[in-house]
């Protein structure tokens, strides 16, 4: 059975690939409309639009306050999509997220009461503040597509994309996402601080009344839909790598494990994800194909969260990112 026909057996709709030189100009529809709510932000915006089109999951790294919550709001606005925000707290249950059934008293019979999992983008908030029995019922939905409840499996819908924040500074009460876990996100995404005038902004913003708890009233329009959507992901998984392009992929990821600042280097699940998301840089470029600067676009935070670093080397201030940055300046181009 084709890929097309698994999709079709299992209820979800196959849209046919737009040109690629719609994918550019849709992306920039969408994150023109999201700035409209959102003062600043370009890169984390567009590593999220990347993720969407790539059909991948993003984890979001900052303190609290910085439009975190308002750009996945924001963007479900703009794609016309639901959106659910769960609370991830030590006492959450999986129950709390999947749904669970319920006895019908008048039926004499048990329903099934769905969680905020089935929905179109849900954002999980300080995912490391739940535990690991927890986590585990939001892992099966990111890698398998579907819940299991009672034993039965139910499938998410088709946009399904997981939008989940840490904050990097706060760590009582945590439990930190191990790296089975950290590995189904296809892109970690810093949240910095706005610059004086990005944070001016916004103040000027709120002056002339923007109110963040109501979007529906700030002027966002739907610029996509879900077939639409559909379709500009088939666009990205139409972007042709050169062999000499995979080749680049896997000794960029390889790369990773042969360093010796690190304890733990990414694995092939990482190829396959540095593979997607510079596809759907690509696309995003307004070309059909790829090129190393798609891959070193995205090196950084696809690979970011997949390596784990000698202590020593934390002690000495190393980050993760700038191992990343060594490996991808190291690593022999393709002519």
């Not at 209820?11 to 040109?19: C, K, L, R, T």
């Not at 819940?147 to 945590?174: K, L, M, S």
């Not at 666009?235 to 000794?251: D, I, N, P, Q, T």
């Amino acid at each position: 059975m084709t890929a097309p026909e698994a999709a079709a057996a299992d209820g979800v709709s196959q849209a046919p690939p737009v040109p690629v030189g719609q994918v550019r100009e849709a992306a920039a529809r969408v994150l023109a409309e999201v700035s409209r709510a959102v003062v600043g932000q370009a890169a984390t915006l567009e590593g999220m639009m990347v993720a969407l089109l790539a059909e991948g999951h993003v984890l979001l790294e900052g303190v609290p306050g910085t439009a975190k919550t308002l750009m996945v709001k924001a963007l479900a606005l703009t794609l016309g999509v639901e959106c659910k925000r769960v609370q991830f707290t030590p006492d959450l249950m999986p129950s709390d997220i999947v749904g669970t059934n319920v006895f019908d008293m008048q039926a004499n019979s048990f329903r099934l009461r769905r969680g905020p999992i089935f929905t179109d983008l849900l954002l999980a908030d300080e995912v490391n503040r739940a535990p690991a029995k927890t986590q585990s019922a939001l892992l099966e939905a990111m890698e398998e597509r579907q819940c299991t409840i009672d034993g039965v499996g139910y499938p998410v819908p088709e946009v399904f994309t997981v939008f989940a924040t840490q904050n990097p500074i706060e760590f009582e009460g945590t439990y930190p996402l191990p790296e089975a876990q950290l590995d189904r996100f296809l892109l970690k995404l810093r949240v910095d601080y706005p610059s004086p005038e990005e944070e001016e902004g916004i103040l000027a913003a709120y002056d002339r009344g923007f109110d963040a708890h109501r979007l529906d009233r700030s002027g966002i329009r739907r610029v996509l839909g879900r077939e639409e959507l559909s379709g500009l992901r088939a666009a990205v998984r139409s972007v042709h790598a050169e062999g000499a392009l995979l080749g680049y992929v896997r000794r960029v990821v390889a790369g990773t494990r042969e360093s010796p600042d690190v304890v733990l280097g990414a694995g092939p699940r990482a190829s396959v994800c540095l593979l997607l998301a510079a596809k759907a840089a690509a696309a995003m470029a307004g070309r059909d194909f790829l090129t190393p600067d798609d891959v070193k676009r995205v090196g950084t935070a696809v690979l970011r969260h997949r390596v784990l670093l000698q202590p020593e080397m934390e002690l000495e201030g190393t980050t993760s990112d700038d191992v990343v940055q060594a490996v991808l300046d190291r690593t022999e181009v393709p002519r």
